[in-house]
């Protein structure tokens, strides 16, 4: 599944106007990148037919800085040859714990947070197995370009516990997966992990 050319011109447009508008100092210069981050808008809701542009423009109008593609991480942890995953509340599929990194953590920390938070499992990161753009993978769109970092983990404790977003988190065997919430994973990562986690010498796969 490639990204529909609407949505990549919106994104560059997004880019172009949330940088245009971290650096000019002219005050028709800024009248102008909010012209442009307002086309931007329109765009991308004309492509996913809502009625209205106005939340697509509050939601850049809340992108700040130079824009750079956004940072998910991802972790992969095994028991008894089988992965563990966590049903998300927001579409009640399945997915790797995880989510965007923030601003500070280094990404192992920030993946292993993220794993401990969403299903109470600690672990240790113990590989980068992959970095890959998401628009090369087969996701649903997205409004904005992001990198995905998929790490390898051993569980070093803790038990399942159900977070504020997802509910529910187990082990399942690579022939037995439940149905996954493709907007942050997808089968052929899922497999991918499963590789990296019979062949610990794989060198790591990136775009």
Known sequence: MSIPPWLNWARRLQ???????????DKFDIHRYHEVRDIAAEIMAAGTSLPDHAPLNDLFAQQSGYATPKIDVRVAAF???????????????????????????PPSVAAAREAREESGYEVRITKLAAVFDRDLHGHPPYAFHAYKLFFLAELTGGSAKDSHETADAQFFAEDNLPP???LRVTPSQITHLFEHFRNPNLPTSFD
């Open 79 to 105: 028991r008894d040859s089988r992965i563990l995953l966590v049903r998300e509340l927001e579409d009640g599929c399945w997915t790797l714990p995880g989510g965007w990194a923030d601003v500070g953590e």
């Open 15 to 25: 880019a172009i106007s949330q940088t245009g508008l971290t650096y000019c100092k």
């Open 180 to 182: 996954l919430s493709l």
